[in-house]
């Protein structure tokens, strides 16, 4: 069951800014870590950062000072701010909950699209 309603992409140039959200259930969401994740065209999913139900915050390294998760536990939301995006980064980019050992809470939403042109 889809739980989890990403949104916020677009096309953007090298060198700008996208601030992506990510609106999931109440089971989802209270108390859990969320994390955003992303997906480049013939490649595999993969992490870009987790933020706690306590808002502590983790970070692949490929996205450590560029991008910044946090979450609005009052709307149920978390978002990513993206900066200095560059066309690298051009991908699906998806929410969810991990579970500590393995697998999500939620099924994989549609996800947001990011495009960055040169």
């Known amino acids: 069951q889809v739980q989890v309603v990403e949104s916020g992409g677009g096309l953007v140039q090298a060198g700008g800014s996208l601030r992506l959200s990510c609106a999931a259930s109440?089971?989802?969401?209270?108390?859990?870590?969320m994390g955003w994740y992303r997906q480049a065209p013939g490649k595999q999913r993969e992490l870009v950062a987790t933020?706690?139900?306590?808002?502590?915050?983790s970070y692949a390294d490929s996205f450590k000072g560029r991008f910044t998760i946090s979450r609005d536990n009052a709307k149920n939301t978390i978002y990513l701010q993206m900066n200095n995006l560059k066309p690298e980064d051009t991908a699906d980019y998806y929410c969810?909950?991990?579970?500590?050992?393995?697998?999500?809470?939620?099924?994989w939403g549609q996800g947001t699209q990011v495009t960055v042109s040169s």
């Open positions: 109440g089971s989802v969401f209270i108390g859990n870590t």
């Open positions: 933020v706690t139900g306590g808002g502590i915050t």
């Open positions: 969810n909950a991990p579970r500590i050992f393995g697998g999500y809470r939620s099924s």
